[in-house]
């Protein structure tokens, strides 16, 4: 289920989309009726994709386009709007858009957008969903390769050796769950009981904490006799 948030000030538009969407099946979608609260909202709700209208009230979606961009360079942002001139659309572009869509549209073409998006990115949805492993995935603000053992967040790219790449996979399809040291363990080396395999865990979790530092929202959390938790 990909969450949107749709920042759209006329309701009955945003009420017309969001049916649309919905009927889809791929979609939750919230609503904001201005800058200000689609601001208030996307700090909350952490969505997926952000769909703004350009002229608002309060806050216009330029202003909160930046905000976006300032805070996560990586979510998905699609402004609409019913100018098309080539200087509207070179702004939104050039303040960090991923797309530009014309209104009036319908949700189907709203979720083309989306999908053409979603390819680029190579993140899975709900369409290949249980045919194949998501290549990107989102941890906080980090993007994360699966296959290229890169974590990106901004203009940093952090390049992953397998082993640390493949104990955050173990933590990320875990997330907020914690993951016996013992199954960690066995995933890598045969005797998990082995005081040298134990403390190269120990390495492993301090560098990838390092690599995660610059989101405070993600943490790795070490429980004495329990195990490790990956916090999202």
Same mark, same amino acid.
């Given at each position: 289920m *990909?969450?949107?948030l749709?920042?759209?000030?006329?309701?009955?538009?945003?009420?017309?989309?969001?049916?649309?969407?919905?009927?889809?099946?791929?979609?939750?979608?919230?609503?904001?009726?201005?800058?200000?609260?689609?601001?208030?909202?996307?700090?909350?709700?952490?969505?997926? $994709?952000?769909?703004?209208?350009?002229?608002?009230?309060?806050? &216009?979606?330029?202003?909160?386009?930046?905000?976006?961009r300032?805070?996560?360079?990586?979510?998905?942002?699609?402004?609409?709007?019913?100018?098309?001139?080539?200087?509207?659309?070179?702004e939104?572009?050039?303040?960090?858009?991923?797309?530009y869509?014309?209104?009036?549209?319908?949700?189907?073409?709203?979720?083309?957008?989306?999908?053409?998006?979603?390819?680029?990115?190579?993140?899975?949805?709900?369409?290949?969903?249980? &045919?194949?492993?998501?290549? $990107? $995935?989102?941890?906080?603000?980090?993007?994360?390769?699966?296959?290229?053992?890169?974590?990106?967040?901004?203009?940093?790219?952090?390049?992953?050796?397998?082993?640390?790449?493949? *104990?955050?996979?173990?933590?990320? &399809?875990?997330?907020?769950?914690?993951?016996?040291?013992?199954?960690?363990?066995?995933?890598?080396?045969?005797?998990?009981?082995?005081?040298?395999?134990?403390?190269?865990?120990?390495?492993? *979790?301090? =560098?990838?904490?390092?690599?995660?530092?610059?989101?405070?929202?993600? =943490?790795?959390?070490?429980?004495?006799?329990?195990?490790?938790?990956?916090?999202?």
């Amino acid at each position: 289920m *990909i969450k949107i948030l749709l920042v759209e000030d006329d309701e009955a538009c945003a009420y017309t989309i969001q049916g649309g969407l919905e009927l889809i099946g791929d979609y939750a979608v919230i609503r904001a009726k201005d800058g200000v609260e689609g601001w208030s909202l996307y700090c909350t709700e952490k969505p997926d $994709v952000v769909v703004s209208d350009i002229e608002m009230p309060f806050m &216009d979606g330029g202003e909160l386009l930046k905000k976006i961009r300032a805070d996560n360079p990586s979510v998905v942002v699609i402004m609409e709007s019913g100018k098309t001139t080539p200087k509207s659309v070179v702004e939104s572009l050039e303040l960090g858009a991923d797309d530009y869509i014309k209104k009036p549209f319908i949700a189907e073409e709203l979720h083309a957008h989306i999908q053409a998006i979603f390819r680029r990115l190579h993140i899975r949805t709900n369409e290949n969903q249980e &045919d194949s492993p998501a290549t $990107v $995935v989102r941890i906080g603000k980090y993007r994360f390769d699966v296959h290229e053992n890169m974590l990106e967040i901004g203009m940093q790219t952090i390049k992953l050796t397998d082993r640390e790449a493949n *104990i955050l996979k173990i933590l990320y &399809d875990r997330k907020n769950t914690t993951v016996p040291r013992k199954e960690i363990l066995s995933s890598f080396w045969k005797d998990e009981n082995d005081p040298f395999h134990s403390r190269s865990l120990d390495v492993f *979790i301090s =560098k990838l904490r390092k690599y995660l530092s610059f989101d405070p929202s993600v =943490k790795i959390v070490v429980t004495r006799g329990k195990g490790i938790r990956l916090i999202d």
